[in-house]
């Protein structure tokens, strides 16, 4: 036996790895059983050039725990150790690559992701262990080896009497950590990192019940046979070939990756790339709803099938975290904290890949068949149109597929808007103007005028609309976008014919003096206009800018400083040309003439959906009053 002291200056670096990766604890579980699947695909690869004369097998992974003993052991069936290996990785790269670690992250260690990328893998274990064995017998023919150390410098390295290759760690839980000698604990802990690691992973057995033979007697007992409780799939779908799947086998992935997720997905997105970088996934489009709800089942990142993280950002570009799935590649350098993972060029180009990748799939989804692409398209356009709005790349190529659906549910990309509408909703000035209601009930009045002057209505009802008309206004020349409710149809597609009014301009100012007395001035501003006699006599309007950028300053990253807070401005458009006009002008009472435009004003305001509380409690009663 021999004993030594590791080659190390930090004295106390036990205690530094403990207390910079405490908030991680939970990841030794993973770094161990990654160094157990290193040394066994290491073994495949060397068998397979023909340099280790030993047969490869069916090689597992086994997780045990010794509660009465307070052990946890890691045993693999791979390549093993020398004890001249074990002085050279353990004793002495290992820590070297601690006190680097150290050295250079000791600031950000928390937020450091991986740490195996240091050898400090192995280390991992005394954040839980006050001891720990190595009981190693390489592929080679040598003896084994016996390395122990119980969180100090000072280790001991003797002969071991195992005959079969691989490696054994045995953790001695420490007295604070003993929650890792719970099954449930530690099968949590491989349900989450190790679900879809490359070699099958054992923790220990279940009882399965054989089928009953045809031949079998009424009083035939099921015979029941023990079998090792796999816990992960170690081929799972994104390390597979498009060509070798089919749409159940993606559907079937979907709910492997998240179980308590019931609903289907919409469709999936298979990434698979080789160069400049090594990147496999699928990416999943779920039902979406316009609220942008918090996402609780995130896209997975993985590295070389082991799970890392499902905080995405800056590798997966942030319209598409909205997503779900998986991504893998052994290129993301997950050793610094997260802004500088951004920073990073591999990383950068990873996420514009993505981009690009989702962006054709869309395309070809829309053009293989556009009608189910139509039905789809209310659960995606909240995804599609952030997109537009954060990825100058994915805007550029989502004209061909991005759609804007009318009230009627016919659906139009942006060109075929333009050239479906300019004849009819062209104005004096050359501009097309496109009408959109937000809400379908609400706007109906204003939707059925519209309608009734034969122009196309759509509805555009995603809470970030606001933003993405005001950059397609700017990015198309003669294009504007106006609400229906924004004023009266005549001046929101305004043609050469004019209509006349009845009224003088004598008259009109009197009225509007009238109304200015009784319409609250905070809230209202009274415009006199000569429509249609037929068209309603008061109309409630809310002004497109001012709605917009207070739309733009509620919803985030765009509008005018604190408009978001300002109130509701509308204007009270009134139709000098209807009988009600008149009659509000020459009525001589001035309560009669007050009752008029208080009841006029409540029916428009009840058109709008703006009558409520006290004030539609008060119009109710008057108007019973009225049909006495």
């Keep these: 036996m021999t004993t030594g002291k590791i080659n190390v200056s930090v004295e106390n670096i036990f205690p530094l790895i403990k207390k910079f990766l405490y908030s991680d604890h939970e990841i030794f579980l993973r770094e161990l059983i990654s160094n157990g699947t290193d040394a066994t695909l290491k073994l495949k690869h060397l068998t397979n050039i023909g340099e280790a004369k030993v047969e490869y097998g069916n090689p597992i992974l086994e997780v045990k725990i010794d509660k009465e003993g307070k052990k946890l052991h890691i045993i693999d069936q791979g390549i ?25 992250y000791k600031d950000t260690a928390k937020d450091s992701g991986i740490i195996g990328h240091f050898g400090l893998g192995f280390y991992s274990a005394f954040m839980v262990a006050s001891k720990v064995e190595i009981i190693t017998k390489s592929y080679k023919d040598e003896p084994a080896a016996h390395w122990t150390c119980d969180g100090s410098p000072e280790f001991t390295l003797e002969p071991a009497d195992k005959t079969s290759r691989g490696t054994e760690i045995i953790l001695h839980i420490a007295e604070d950590s003993l929650e890792f000698l719970e099954d449930s604990k530690i099968s949590g802990l491989l349900n989450k990192y190790n679900k879809f690691m490359p070699i099958p992973i054992k923790f220990g057995t279940k009882t399965e019940t054989l089928p009953k033979p045809e ?23 994104w390390t597979k070939q498009p060509t070798e799947l089919s749409d159940e086998d993606y559907k079937t992935f979907y709910h492997e990756l998240y179980p308590m997720q019931f609903e289907e997905p ?24 316009a609220d942008l709800q918090i996402q609780k089942d995130k896209i997975q990142l993985y590295q070389n099938q082991v799970y890392v993280t499902d905080n995405v950002e800056g590798i997966v570009p942030e319209f598409l975290t909205m997503l779900k799935g998986v991504i893998d590649s052994p290129d993301i350098p997950l050793n610094v904290s997260r802004s500088g993972l951004q920073a990073d060029a591999a990383v950068k180009k990873i996420s514009n890949y993505i981009t690009r990748k989702v962006a054709d799939k869309l395309k070809s989804l829309f053009n293989e068949n556009r009608e189910d692409f139509e039905k789809k398209w209310n659960d995606i356009k909240i995804v599609l149109e952030y997109g537009m709005l954060s990825e100058d790349k994915f805007y550029e190529k989502a004209g061909a597929f991005v759609l804007y659906p009318t009230v009627e549910n016919k659906y139009y990309t942006l060109e075929e808007l333009k050239e479906n509408l300019k004849e009819k909703q062209t104005d004096k000035d050359g501009k097309l103007v496109v009408l959109y209601a937000g809400n379908k009930e609400t706007q109906h009045s204003y939707i059925e005028i519209a309608q009734e002057k034969g122009y196309e209505v759509l509805l555009l009802d995603s809470p970030i609309i606001s933003h993405l008309i005001q950059k397609l206004e700017s990015d198309n020349k003669d294009l504007v976008f106006v609400r229906v409710d924004s004023d009266h149809i005549d001046n929101l597609i305004k043609k050469d014919d004019a209509v006349i009014s009845k009224l003088s301009d004598e008259e009109k100012e009197s009225l509007k003096t009238v109304l200015e007395t009784i319409v609250p001035k905070q809230t209202y501003s009274v415009q006199m206009e000569a429509m249609d006699s037929q068209a309603a006599p008061f109309i409630i309007t809310q002004p497109e800018f001012m709605r917009r950028m207070k739309e733009m300053s509620q919803s985030g990253g765009g509008g005018m400083f604190g408009m978001g807070n300002m109130p509701e401005m509308y204007n009270l458009v009134v139709n000098t040309n209807s009988p009600l006009a008149t009659t509000i002008l020459n009525t001589a009472d001035k309560t009669d003439q007050e009752h008029l435009v208080k009841q006029a004003l409540d029916l428009a305001k009840l058109s709008q959906n703006l009558l409520k509380g006290e004030a539609l409690t008060a119009f109710v009663k008057r108007s019973f009053e009225m049909i006495k």
Excluded: C, R, W
């Design 266 to 289: 919409l469709f999936h997105i298979h990434l698979n790339v080789d160069y400049p970088f090594n990147l496999t996934g699928i990416l999943y489009f779920p039902k979406l709803g």
């Design 80 to 104: 093993g150790m020398t004890a001249d290996e074990v002085e050279k990785y353990i004793n002495q790269l290992a820590f070297s690559g601690a006190e680097e670690f150290l050295e250079k």
């Design 215 to 237: 031949d079998a007697p009424e009083d035939y007992v099921n015979e029941t046979v023990e079998l090792d409780n796999i816990i992960n799939n170690p081929n799972p779908a």
